[in-house]
């Protein structure tokens, strides 16, 4: 079975061969990092990098546009991004409406060229399309990260916003209508190419709670979420949606809008809550925490960890997979421990 149709086994409850497992290591990494280590993990973990091998020399990562330190970037809706760390994605310092008074000159950049964030390259985008289902991967596309809610807060500052939807200030709905329509360019140009999965990423959640209130999510991004995520539905393609955070108060309205894929966060929100609520509804992509036992736990409390979320979250049928995200400050062996636990608990099914 190939890593495609074992994906897509999972999402779909028609049991896959095993749990599909993806471990990331952000480039910020190997500034922090002995490269050889980094070398060494991942060629004795095949199942987690399969085919994979080393470079000749070191690594030369590569850093976004809104990742690059002492490099400050005004992305395409006229936001300025800092961050003090190569490959960190930082945040934004400038907002450009953070008055509506340039709101009648305010325009959106075209979805035609740009993805809010940087150039858009459609002629490659189709190309790698293309070889994906030449060579049986998974045809794949998406919104960038933060494509309704955080764009709106990037473009008025995040007080602005919330005060905006409790004042239910008109020129916001103009605004959310105007990000929407470069969202929806974006979209119907993934549709165009033939892909089968659409990727919708925005965290939505803080430590405790969402950064939006469920009564102005369902008034003002929900409806905006449902537009953009129904074309993909109705041509049977996959919706995936990413949230850091607390979404506990959204999920409901998420899976509502469309979403079958649900990658959330697993001890923000609670596996139990997850189980209770999510197992066999839709596909559980499971974030691994990066909080808490993978930073400052025993290898054995990472062990015990995933060993509980594919016991509590886990079925024959499908309905999970898991993530997780490798940042500075993790030690070594935790990054081991981890790799050894997702192989070990891929196949293994309470």
Same mark, same amino acid.
């Given at each position: 079975?190939?890593?495609?149709?074992?994906?897509?086994?999972?999402?779909?409850?028609?049991?896959?061969?095993?749990?599909?497992?993806?471990?990331?290591?952000?480039?910020?990494?190997?500034?922090?990092?002995?490269?050889?280590?980094?070398?060494?993990?991942?060629?004795?973990?095949?199942?987690?990098?399969?085919?994979?091998?080393?470079? =000749?020399?070191?690594?030369?990562?590569? %850093?976004?546009?809104?990742?690059?330190?002492?490099?400050?970037?005004?992305?395409?809706?006229?936001?300025?991004?800092?961050?003090?760390?190569?490959?960190?994605?930082?945040?934004?310092?400038?907002?450009?409406?953070?008055?509506?008074?340039?709101?009648?000159?305010?325009?959106? =950049?075209?979805?035609?060229?740009?993805?809010?964030?940087?150039?858009?390259?459609?002629?490659?985008?189709?190309?790698?399309?293309?070889?994906?289902?030449?060579?049986?991967?998974?045809?794949?596309?998406?919104?960038?990260?933060?494509?309704?809610?955080?764009?709106?807060?990037?473009?008025?500052?995040?007080?602005?916003?919330?005060?905006?939807?409790?004042?239910?200030?008109?020129?916001?709905?103009?605004?959310?209508?105007?990000?929407?329509?470069?969202?929806?360019?974006?979209?119907?140009?993934?549709?165009?190419?033939?892909?089968?999965?659409?990727?919708?990423?925005?965290?939505?959640?803080?430590?405790?709670?969402?950064?939006?209130?469920?009564?102005?999510?369902?008034?003002?991004?929900? =409806?905006?979420?449902?537009?953009?995520?129904?074309?993909?539905?109705?041509?049977?393609?996959?919706?995936?949606?990413?949230?850091?955070?607390?979404?506990?108060?959204?999920?409901?309205?998420?899976?509502?809008?469309?979403?079958?894929?649900?990658?959330?966060?697993?001890?923000?929100?609670?596996?139990?809550?997850?189980?209770?609520?999510?197992?066999?509804?839709?596909?559980?992509?499971?974030?691994?925490?990066?909080?808490?036992?993978?930073? %400052?736990?025993? =290898?054995?409390?990472?062990?015990?960890?995933?060993?509980?979320?594919?016991?509590?979250?886990?079925?024959?049928?499908?309905?999970?997979?898991?993530?997780?995200?490798?940042?500075?400050?993790?030690?070594?062996?935790?990054?081991?421990?981890?790799m050894d636990a997702m192989e070990r608990y891929m196949g293994f099914y309470a």
């Amino acid at each position: 079975m190939t890593h495609r149709e074992n994906k897509l086994r999972a999402v779909r409850f028609e049991t896959p061969d095993h749990i599909p497992m993806s471990y990331s290591i952000n480039s910020a990494c190997w500034a922090h990092y002995p490269h050889e280590a980094l070398f060494e993990l991942m060629e004795s973990h095949s199942r987690l990098f399969p085919g994979y091998r080393r470079p =000749p020399g070191p690594v030369q990562p590569s %850093f976004g546009n809104t990742s690059r330190a002492g490099a400050p970037y005004r992305d395409d809706w006229g936001c300025v991004w800092e961050t003090t760390e190569n490959g960190i994605v930082g945040a934004v310092v400038e907002h450009p409406l953070a008055s509506w008074d340039t709101f009648a000159s305010y325009r959106a =950049p075209d979805p035609g060229k740009v993805s809010g964030i940087g150039p858009l390259d459609w002629a490659g985008i189709a190309a790698n399309i293309r070889r994906a289902k030449e060579t049986g991967g998974l045809a794949a596309g998406g919104l960038v990260h933060g494509h309704t809610f955080l764009r709106l807060s990037d473009i008025r500052g995040y007080t602005n916003l919330i005060l905006d939807m409790a004042d239910d200030e008109p020129r916001l709905r103009e605004l959310i209508r105007m990000v929407e329509e470069f969202n929806m360019g974006i979209v119907r140009r993934y549709l165009d190419l033939g892909v089968e999965w659409m990727g919708y990423a925005e965290d939505l959640g803080m430590q405790v709670g969402p950064m939006v209130s469920p009564e102005h999510f369902r008034t003002y991004i929900k =409806p905006s979420y449902e537009r953009l995520m129904k074309p993909a539905r109705d041509a049977g393609i996959i919706v995936h949606m990413h949230s850091d955070g607390d979404i506990r108060d959204l999920v409901d309205d998420l899976i509502d809008g469309g979403v079958e894929v649900m990658n959330l966060q697993d001890l923000v929100n609670g596996i139990d809550w997850i189980r209770g609520r999510l197992a066999g509804r839709v596909c559980i992509d499971l974030d691994i925490d990066r909080q808490s036992v993978t930073r %400052f736990g025993t =290898p054995a409390a990472i062990e015990a960890l995933i060993r509980e979320e594919v016991e509590k979250l886990g079925s024959k049928k499908g309905g999970l997979m898991m993530i997780f995200g490798m940042y500075p400050g993790m030690p070594l062996e935790n990054a081991k421990a981890l790799m050894d636990a997702m192989e070990r608990y891929m196949g293994f099914y309470a």
